[in-house]
């Protein structure tokens, strides 16, 4: 199981970015895809999580109403859309999956990692 997640990037304070996370090679339709992030100092958190199918997206408090998570399973890949981006989004941001059509959102639950990308908001 391999993941790649891209599109990190620096932007201004209200500006948006979209990341992608492609998946290879194992089945995908069935699993659950997250996006974690993690800021200097700080621990991994969760922002989002969509099901299998996309019919079930979970976010966290501090994104929710701006990032917007979603897939295309024909292209193995997941995306996060995020807008109104804040200083305070600063971190790598993670994609990471599980074998599993149950949405969780801690980072334990999640077995396969991708490298990270840097997604740095300016003010």
């Known amino acids: 199981v391999q993941l790649q997640a891209s599109g990190g990037g620096l932007v201004q304070a209200g500006g948006s970015l979209r990341l992608s996370c492609a998946a290879s090679p194992f089945p995908f339709d069935y699993d659950t895809i997250g996006w974690f992030r993690q800021a200097p100092g700080k621990e991994r958190e969760f922002a989002a999580a969509?099901?299998?199918?996309?019919?079930?997206?979970y976010y966290a408090d501090s994104v929710k109403g701006r990032f917007t998570i979603s897939r295309d399973n024909a292209k193995n890949t997941v995306y996060m859309q995020m807008n109104s981006l804040k200083p305070e989004d600063t971190a790598v941001y993670y994609c990471?999956?599980?074998?599993?059509?149950?949405?969780?959102?801690?980072?334990?639950?999640?077995?396969?990692w991708g490298q990270g990308t840097q997604v740095t908001v300016s003010s």
């Open positions: 990471a999956a599980r074998s599993s059509v149950v949405v969780k959102t801690a980072s334990d639950d999640y077995p396969y």
């Open positions: 969509t099901n299998w199918n996309g019919g079930s997206t």
